[in-house]
């Protein structure tokens, strides 16, 4: 260890022996972004990239555990993802199927998939089935994998499947038009039953949402970091959390 990472290490227990679990967020939805970027500026290739991101989920969750959060949302695959290059995404593909198959197998874990499984390889699709159903009766962190997942889809199928509900009950396009409401389609979206994320996290330096979870965050609390992902440290998350903690949430009162 360097001297940088020891100081890092005291600045990060000093951080978090000031935080208040009673403040920290429920549900954090992350934006894992920067994978190719720090690559480049590593001297790496596009994969070892996206390598070195998928190690880095297993740390976060320890880190989330720690701080009793309960509930963490991974964007690891937008819809927009899968017009990258071929030889760009089948690695990618298959590195996300591992950082699935780690998740299911660490015992701590409950999986879930938000996304749209259709748009999927039948491979990837088995591997996201197969950790659902593997972890269904955890009782640790639910961890949402996002994979093929874009917000205007998820809200998009969410009307559709609502219409469909109402299509098998009989129900007319006038008397539905009359009765839906907000919890209608919350109840359609891939979250449903779950608390909306507190708090979103970006890294790379973007600011922008770029289709995450459009519907659960109209009320979340946002933090940009600038680190790349595979660089983002525990002092990173936990300034992340203080810097929430620090807000006042008035949900537009």
Aim: aromatic letters at 8%.
């Amino acid at each position: 260890m360097n001297v940088r990472d020891l100081v890092y290490g005291l600045y990060a227990r000093r951080v978090e022996g000031r935080l208040d679990h009673a403040q920290v967020p429920k549900h954090i939805g992350v934006i894992l972004d920067g994978n190719r970027r720090w690559a480049k500026a590593s001297g790496g290739t596009t994969e070892q990239g996206h390598k070195a991101g998928a190690s880095k989920i297993q740390e976060l969750l320890g880190w989330c555990a720690e701080t009793d959060v309960e509930v963490v949302t991974l964007w690891l695959l937008s819809t927009d993802n899968l017009d990258r290059p071929e030889e760009e995404l089948i690695p990618l593909l298959g590195i996300i199927e591992n950082a699935v198959r780690d998740l299911a197998a660490d015992g701590r874990w409950r999986v879930h998939h938000v996304g749209t499984l259709d748009l999927l390889p039948a491979r990837t699709q088995s591997v996201l089935k197969e950790a659902e159903q593997a972890t269904v009766g955890r009782d640790g962190i639910l961890v949402n994998v996002a994979v093929g997942y874009g917000g205007r889809q998820e809200i998009a199928a969410a009307v559709r499947s609502l219409l469909l509900e109402h299509a098998d009950k009989g129900t007319s396009f006038e008397e539905l038009a009359e009765i839906v409401d907000v919890e209608h389609i919350s109840e359609h979206l891939y979250t449903r039953g779950q608390p909306d994320p507190d708090l979103v996290i970006r890294t790379s330096g973007e600011q922008r949402l770029s289709g995450f979870m459009l519907w659960q965050s109209a009320h979340s609390e946002y933090y940009f970091c600038e680190v790349f992902w595979p660089a983002f440290r525990k002092v990173d998350f936990l300034r992340a959390l203080r810097d929430y903690a620090a807000r006042h949430r008035r949900y537009g009162n």
